[in-house]
């Protein structure tokens, strides 16, 4: 069966950054066909001006398009997209304009994301010291849209706390998870909404 994963990175967070380049090296591992994306000329102050969002996604899913449309990765088979940041957007909104089945790892999606995102549909971690997110309305709408959820405490952005020893048990913690998730494991976790990750 084919197997494909498209990573959308963030404007800031790129593919060499540690949740994507270890999400693809997972990927890559588990017989994945990988694409990753990129933009360019996209303004990387977007995510503190709404205008200035409309036209990053705008200008960012256009490259999107253009990047993809020779790869198809509607073709069929196991599709996973991995995403960060506005990246969550472009996936969710590029899965449901395409109609593509792709499972959906979101790394600290934003609010937007979840316009377009499936049911049901969706791992999601994020931290409880984000500036780019309510943490309540992105717990919120996982509980609404049944995604299992993790959140780290004290985590921005980058899911970073700026203490090297828990960020390093942090990103060892979620790439065994979202490695399981890239390989189609089913675990309990997947069925929970959980809020640390030391709760099982």
């Known amino acids: 069966m ?4 498209v990573i959308f990175p963030g404007i800031g967070y790129t593919i060499d950054k540690p949740l994507l380049y ?11 066909d990988v694409i990753s994306v990129e933009y360019s000329g996209v303004d990387k102050d977007c995510l503190r001006h709404k205008e200035k969002m409309t036209d990053a996604f705008n200008k960012a899913f256009m490259q999107v398009e253009e990047q993809l449309k020779e790869t198809d990765p509607a073709s069929g088979g196991d599709i996973i997209f991995i995403s960060k940041s506005i990246g969550t ?11 593509i089945k792709a499972r959906q790892l979101f790394f600290t999606p934003l609010e ?13 971690y994020f931290g ?9 309305t992105i717990r919120r709408l996982c ?31 979620i790439m065994h998870e979202a490695e399981d998730y890239i390989a189609g494991i089913d675990k309990v976790y997947c069925a929970q909404y959980n809020t640390t990750k030391d709760d099982n």
């Open 22 to 32: 270890y999400s693809r090296k997972a990927a890559l591992e588990h017989g994945y």
């Open 112 to 124: 937007q994301t979840f316009l377009k995102a499936e049911e049901g549909n969706g791992l999601v």
């Open 128 to 136: 409880d010291n984000d500036p780019w997110i309510e943490t309540d």
């Open 2 to 5: 084919k197997k494909t994963a």
């Open 89 to 99: 957007v472009i996936a969710a909104v590029y899965a449901e304009k395409y109609d």
């Open 143 to 173: 509980e609404e849209y049944k995604m299992p959820y993790r959140i780290f405490a004290g985590a921005n952005h980058s899911l970073e706390t700026g203490r090297v020893h828990e960020d390093v048990d942090n990103i060892q913690f």
